[in-house]
């Protein structure tokens, strides 16, 4: 099995060798090889290189008429279609006298040459071709014929699952699969290996959950709940809204808070630590955003949408298991870790690429338990939710703007359930949350960020609609650098 990458190198390689096999049986198939020091007789057949190997007949002789070239013959040739021209002849000095040699440096001609200009799109052509074309088979990006792999029945599926099982679902590589599952052992190892991959792939009961490059099992009925489907604070009922609303303060908020909902583009491979503000609804799932400014720092596959990979504490070395939710933008396995480091909504979270691959560092910058004033959520005996400065016990490096402490967890869950079941309008939720967090504050005026925050402590909502909503809204009144304020005569 090779991949598309190796393909093209073979390719190349291949191409210029029978280019080369070409012009060799070209120089020799159709006649004498035309050097102009030689002499020709009437009758004779040559072949020009000149005028791309194309064969002639030499139909006349004459002398040359240039007193410097003594000796001098000129050629009178007849080619294809009565097409005729004239060639010197018996010229000792011309450049053309020199045998034909292939230049291993032409560009044309150097393998690495070409794949440096070139692989791109002939890796992209190549997986074109073998996607259109049954008689191929992929799995972790490597293709190979069908026919040609190695009979991998039911039983030996069933085993398979067996491994995984008693491994507590996986991960395993296939060779650690292969060891406890008897297959044929007249042929190659990476043939058998290949030919386990593609049968798992194609049963539903395996995952194929390896970073790039690296194949890993898991058996999917073992594999976390919120890994098959987001957890329920991350669900997300699409709002529609017009991004031409959004002036270019709010466009850089909404880049800055970098949720993995919000429709931003760009890869950043030179920055090698990102800070993420935690907001509720990850802090309540035990997830992490993969956003734009993070996601190369997390492992990516070549189809695998689940991939397992291992997380390491910053600070203390301990490492532990996650998953990278790929389709769904979000990193699973963090709860513990939270709680362990006394994160809450709003702590900074420093990412940045670990030290082995397929490992992240993950860090808080830890403070000495104190109490501080912190914006803290309120769950009323009616289930109604109020916002208060209270003092809490704070353990991590904060964003005061986005920072909410949650005392009554439980309390929370049922409010957001309530509010998720009496269907508030979008608007009307926002002017019910600036009407609180305006309290706090002695100017009466919330800022777009700490909106944002408190929001997502009841309904999961990017930056966009929010932003969108304040722009457009006659309800709100904007009073400089992205602080609103109801406006009280309209709403």
């Known amino acids: 099995p090779l991949s598309p990458q190796e393909l093209a190198a073979v390719l190349v390689e291949e191409r210029i060798r029978r280019e080369k096999q070409t012009i060799e049986q070209q120089q020799s198939a159709s006649g004498d090889l035309y050097v102009p020091k030689a002499t020709y007789s009437v009758g004779q057949t040559l072949v020009f290189p000149a005028f791309n190997w194309r064969s002639g007949q030499v139909v006349g002789v004459r002398p040359g008429k ?83 792999l190695v009979d991998i029945h039911i ?15 996986g991960p395993l590589p296939t060779p650690a699969l292969l060891e406890q599952i008897e297959l044929s052992a ?84 030179g920055i090698d630590e990102v800070e993420i503000r935690l907001i509720y609804p990850h802090w309540r799932s035990g997830t992490l ?100 400065m209270l003092k809490q016990i704070v353990q991590t490096s904060l964003d005061e703007r986005m920072a909410i402490a949650i005392p009554d967890r439980d309390g929370v869950d049922q409010a957001w359930l309530r509010q998720q079941k009496e269907s508030t309008s979008f608007e009307k939720l926002v002017l019910n949350m600036v009407r609180e967090l305006a309290k706090l504050n002695p100017q009466s005026h919330v800022h777009a960020s700490e909106l944002y925050a408190a929001l997502n402590v009841m309904r999961r909502c990017p930056p966009g609609p929010l932003l969108a909503l304040l722009a457009t809204s006659p309800n709100f009144n904007h009073v400089g650098d992205l602080h609103f304020r109801i406006n009280e005569a309209d709403s």
């Open 186 to 269: 007249d042929v190659p190892a990476k043939l058998v290996e290949f030919s386990l991959d593609y049968a798992l792939q194609s049963d539903p009961r395996f995952d194929e959950v390896g970073a790039a490059g690296k194949v890993l099992w898991f058996l999917q009925r073992l594999e976390p709940a919120e890994v098959l489907e987001p957890p329920a604070y991350l669900r997300y009922s699409g709002i529609e809204y017009d991004r031409g609303d959004l002036t270019r303060d709010m466009l850089a908020l909404e880049r800055e808070l970098d949720d993995e909902l919000s429709p931003l583009q760009g890869k950043q491979p």
């Open 66 to 148: 240039n007193p410097e070239m003594p000796g001098l013959q000129v050629l009178q040739i007849e080619m294809d279609h009565n097409e005729k021209h004239e060639f010197a002849a018996n010229l000792a000095d011309h450049a053309l006298n020199a045998p034909l040699r292939f230049d291993d440096n032409d560009p044309l001609l150097n393998p690495q040459s070409v794949l440096a200009g070139y692989s791109e799109n002939l890796v992209e052509e190549i997986v074109s071709a073998l996607q259109d074309n049954p008689d191929f088979v992929s799995i972790a990006a490597k293709w190979f014929p069908r026919s040609l």
């Open 155 to 169: 039983g030996h599926l069933n085993l398979a699952e067996a491994v995984l099982d008693m491994a507590g679902g």
């Open 289 to 388: 955003p993969l956003g734009s400014r993070v996601r190369h720092l997390f492992p990516t596959a070549y189809e695998a949408p689940r991939i397992r990979f291992t997380l390491v504490d910053g600070e203390s070395g301990d490492k532990f298991p996650a998953w990278v939710v790929r389709e769904k933008r979000y990193i699973y396995g963090l709860k513990d870790w939270f709680a362990k480091r006394g994160c809450i909504p709003g702590s900074i979270i420093r990412v940045r690429r670990g030290k082995q691959p397929g490992e992240v560092i993950l860090k808080v910058d830890s403070r000495r338990s104190a109490r501080e004033w912190v914006r803290t959520v309120l769950v009323g005996s009616d289930g109604g939710t109020v916002f208060a």
